[in-house]
């Protein structure tokens, strides 16, 4: 039995919540009222109208994508097509008609089944111990991929700056694949391809195909056959090669260089890049017909500046995973404030190479200290201070005005965010987080006891 929420608009009465509870309960799904705190698992809010209501609930239960919530129309006038795109842009991760739609008990609880199946995969070991990281933006794509990777054979093309997680990422979809009897992960890097050789590299070759070829060798794509075939950085792909590549992701059959047997493969196609591949389309460098072929689903790896949440809970696993056997050190707050305003052009990977450094200077038990913090690493001039309560903070709060919320709701939002913003970047840790919040541990205990518990 699936267990979700819901959340009723003052229009919608109760015989009709008790209709939709018992028709979601003959598919599966055990529904009961909504928490006042945000709820961590999928969900539904039931309406009749589009109206304020309807949107401001939405907005606070679904808006950063981090809770899937289906908006579920029971009554009223039919929705429009604008309604439908605007329930969506107010957090809905579905919409569906009650009345209008056939089997909507049916849809929606294999929407929600789904989702459950997809948050329990994010919070197993083979993504949390992998893919660190709990920021909106990184969370939502992360989902999408799992998603992608457990329930379709779709290709996979996988958008990133250098250093953002592209082979992880990759790797995971491998992992994740349900394929019985599936293959092995073959990776190959189309930067570090030598055009000569390119063909024997994909396609492989046969005795005496050209000079040094003194036995046949197997190409990526029969090494990859019944597995998948991770081609990264395929935006360097040679101009020469990218129709050969097409023919066989479109056949699955391919020739050795210096063979004339066709042979079979199939295999799941995986691909990553740093360029902006449609640019290099208008450009001539990468043709269109192979794009669309690679790329059934896009997923683009947010840079470490767009997911700053994280930049502690990874700095801490590097420097678990630097000192392996060790016990967890804390941060001295001049390096958590430091790590935080340090630009990482290099993303995750710089980030790890930086605590690789520092877990090699520091020496004891204690907290890492700025003296751990490598000379050439330090910054030249001093940190610029940010207003933290300066224009955008303004610009939010009137945004919260002139929806209509009062200052109790305002102060107590901000209050259960910075709880959040800190356990999270502290790991889990209560004490460190109460530390940073200027709190008691066992005030924070009791506040967030308190939200879990109210009606």
Known sequence: MVEVWYQACDAVSRETRDAVREALGEHGVSMDAIERTRPPRPGLVLFETVDAEVLDTLRDLGGGGNVRVIALQTGGKALDSEQFWTLLQAGAADVLAWQETPGAAAIAAARLQRWEQVDAILASPVVRQNLIGGSPAWKQVLRQIVEVACFTDANILIIGESGTGKELAARLVHTLDARRNKGELVVLDCSTIVSELAGSEFFGHERGAFTGAVGPRDGAFALADGG??????????????????????????????????????????VCATNRELEAEIARGGFRSDLYYRLANCVFRLPPLRERPEDILPLARHFLVESRPGAAPLEFQAPVCEYLLRRRFPGNVRELRQLMSRIASRHVGDGPITVGDIPEDERPSEKLPTQDWNGSELESVIRRALCQGVGLRDISQCAAEAAIRIAVGEEGGNLQRAARRLGVTDRALQLRRASRQQSP
């Open 228 to 269: 998948t075939l991770f081609l990264d950085e395929v935006g360097e792909l040679p101009t020469a090669l990218q129709p050969q590549l097409l023919r066989v992701v479109q056949e699955r059959t391919y020739k050795r260089v210096g063979g004339s047997r066709w042979n079979a493969t199939n295999f799941r196609l």
